[in-house]
């Protein structure tokens, strides 16, 4: 087994302090060695420890071309997936890191424009670039491809967008020039330049019949690149590396403040005298809650969700410090956090099983997600799809509270596989000797709550519908990093 | 329809079509194509701007037309979709044509297309086509842009072949990335002769022959009107070695509880997301979403049509599926029943659409029946169809 040689009590923060000391490969072999055994468990902790690794990634490597970056990335991206393929985020965040090098090396290369010919090469896997420079340049000769710069600084400002911290929704709709096709799916393959548009059937390619092979794959990629970079490489790519490192510390400071963002949004959405039904503790919900407490009266109806979650619930209402009870969020401020009766809220403890009974009352359910699938369907604590239920029964708005960094660019092909079974002694414990003999005890962690149950995301970004998360995550995450780390589903 | 090649300049003759009245044969002797019902009136304005400026050019010109070269394209590809049987009968009309300057070009396009599209019943599928490759020119040949004429028109001509691979392309792709929806012990619901879901359930087939451990099997709804082409598609399956179940259409609502997806095709699909397909897949739709199960579609992206059907009649043609007839009008057949006026072409599976065709019967399937689009360019909610549609014409 992996190293854990700092022998610290392994969980997030101990594994932050590590990495410093660490070398590369072992404080991988820990991250992973940690997801295989949830000691690093849910979103935020695991985006977190992925951000913070591939920021050590990126900073250790020894530099040679940015095609060797990304496969660098991939490859640590595969791994850190297989160890806990459940946790959605820690793809999310590789495909965000290896988005946002994409987006760094072309804009790069763009400011140095002084080999187009190459250029237009190496900039047809960007999507937007490549319909733009195809469309514009149907069949005329390579120095038109003058039109990249422009479109280039769209480029650059989608990505200021897109990793800059305050993420208002005002820039995510400024980034998208008209004509460039953006790409609107959610479930493609990678490396491939994918037909992102329709006018992709006629589109003149720079080779006819086939993606040139220089495009098709991250290996021939990074050969071309090797002949435009490596002269220059000793000059641009300290820069590069500065902005990649700097465009990681710009996630990571987004994984911070992603819930205060979230909260920011509150009061728009609950009202006086209110009652909110919730479920399961999150730290977003609850400060969403409080957020909304600071000017407003209301209730808060919790449902407990045993027997995974509930003493953190109970924690969350009755202001037990939680850090006692989930050790790997103790890095972060959950010890901070005001009790929501604190908070003036009217808070009411029911069980899971007094839901449908409470909900003819309840003005509107506030979910928490574990990830979100682009279908616009979650997976959230189990018992979410029950509430969501009765929530569409009594036609209840509900709400769902996400950080965009949850938003995942795989579309599952059953959903089934995205529920992860849990421990069955926290529902009847073995000493109860006979019973577990005879039943079969079943404690799934998640629920799966399909798109039309879902009335509302809050993101980072603001509101949502269910069918415009489709956008959001073509706003970030590239085709072509989609299913880096499955090879089979590409086409 | 020659006098259509050989006309004259005639700028605004037909300054105010009727849009009512554009039947073929209010147009038969007409040399203006007339403008396609239901079709954007935006570009109706245009329509009438100019003509067909092939006069000039004599002889060769003469011979062409966009109607037969469509049909004649049809024919000679079974493997061919309509939109992509349109764009490559306006390259060849590209072909044809001495226009010099952009607008002659543009305006013989338009106008030709506009005269295709109103001499075939059906023509929501071929407008995609024709649309696609209006918004292609026109984007390609704007001044803004660096494409020039010379250079646009001469990829367009060279490249005919390429297209169509490239939707043959699109299709294999579907078919690959589809066929992870359809899992070990499914049952799988279709209906129609889609070309797109035969691929896609035969590579599915593939996989489960090559070792993969998919085994499937398929419930195929047979469509009566469409006896040979039902059958083609069940014993290309059964060949695959997929346990096929046939069913007729009324057994739809009661199979339904042991189907786990319902996999069709599509003619086209609307702005809204909604497709349009085969008569009957709307009906299918409807019990799936009242049974909860998934309901895919699988079209390529050059199926998109701006369209936005409010109902079943809203399509812009008269299927005449209801046709109410007494006895004295004696066009009741003995059952009183008057089917689909869908001729039953035993040629069919291998020539889809030869003119004589009357109207396919098709039906609307509305967006919120639809799961989700499997198209070439990744699995897709119907509200991103809309997205692709802006980011074409806009």
Known sequence: MPSLS???????????????????????????????????????????????????????????????????????????????????????????????????????????????????????PKRQSSDLGHLRNAGGPPTAFSPLRF??????????????????SKSSANHRPPLITSH????????????????NLLSAMPSPLATPPGVSSPQGRSSVNMSSVAHRAAASSNDLKAEVISGIEEIIDELDQVDEQIASYAQEHIHSNETILTHSSSRSVQKFLLKAAEKRKFTVIVA????????????????????????????DSDTFLKPLPKAGITVIQVTDAAIFAVMSRVNKVVLATHAVIANGGLIAAAGARGIAKAASFHKTPVIVVSGVYKLSPEYPFEFESLIEYGDPGSIISYHDGPLVDSVEVDNPVYDYVPPHLVDLYITNLGAHAPSYLYRIVEDHYKAEDTNFHNPEFQY | MDDTASTTRKTSTISSPNYSAASPSFYEGSTTPPPLTGHPPGLNRMATVGNVPQSGAGGKSEAFDIVKTYHRLLAEDPELTMPVAAIEALIELLVQSRAVTVFETLDLVKTQSDYLKSRIPNSISLSAGTDLFQRYMISSLNPRSTGNFDAVRQHLLSNGRLFVSRAKAGRERIANYGRHFVRDGSVVLTHGGSRV?????????????????VRFN??????????????????????????????????????????????????????????ISRLGTYQIGLLAKAADKPFYVAAESHKFVRLYPLDQFDLGFDQEVIK??????????????????????????????????????????????VTALITEGGVLTPSAVSEELINVWW
């Open chain 2, 197 to 213: 879901v035969g691929a896609l359930l035969s590579k599915a087939a593939d996989a489960s022959a090559s070792g993969g451990n």
């Open chain 1, 6 to 124: 700092t022998g610290y009590a392994p969980n997030l923060g101990v594994f932050l302090k590590s990495l410093k000391s660490q070398q590369l490969e072992a404080s991988i072999e820990n991250l992973i060695s940690l997801l295989k055994r949830r000691q690093i468990k849910n979103s935020r902790p695991c985006a977190i420890a992925t951000a913070h690794l591939l920021l050590r990634v990126v900073a250790r490597f020894k530099w040679t071309d940015v095609g060797k970056l990304l496969e660098r990335i991939q490859e640590v991206g595969q791994r850190l997936i297989q160890a806990q393929p459940r946790e959605m985020v820690v793809g999310n965040i590789v495909r965000r890191v290896l988005g946002m090098i994409r987006d760094e090396a072309k804009e790069d290369r763009n400011e140095d424009a002084s080999d187009s010919a190459s250029n237009s090469q190496l900039s047809s």
């Open chain 2, 218 to 275: 398929v419930i195929y709804v047979m469509n009566d009107a469409r006896n040979s082409e039902s059958k083609a598609v069940v014993s290309a399956l059964r060949a695959k070695g997929v346990p096929v179940a046939t069913i007729p259409e009324g057994a739809v609502g009661y199979a339904m509880g042991k189907v786990d997806l319902v996999m069709v095709g599509a003619e086209g699909v609307v702005e809204n997301g909604g497709i």
């Open chain 1, 151 to 168: 479109d280039s600084k769209d480029v650059v400002q989608a990505m200021d967008s897109n990793s800059d911290d305050s993420f208002g």
């Open chain 1, 304 to 331: 407990e969700s045993y027997p995974n979650d509930h003493e953190a619930t109970h924690a969350a209402v009755a202001g037990k410090s939680k850090s006692s009870l989930d050790d790997s969020d103790d890095m």
């Open chain 2, 324 to 369: 109410f007839t007494t006895e004295d009008e004696g066009e009741a057949d003995e059952y009183g029943v008057k089917t689909p006026r869908v001729v039953e072409r035993p040629e069919y599976f291998g020539a889809p659409d030869v003119p004589e065709t009357p109207i396919e019967a098709v039906d609307y399937t509305p967006p919120g029946l």
């Open chain 1, 184 to 199: 609107t799916s959610y479930a493609v393959t990678n490396n491939v330049p994918v037909q992102h548009s329709m006018f």
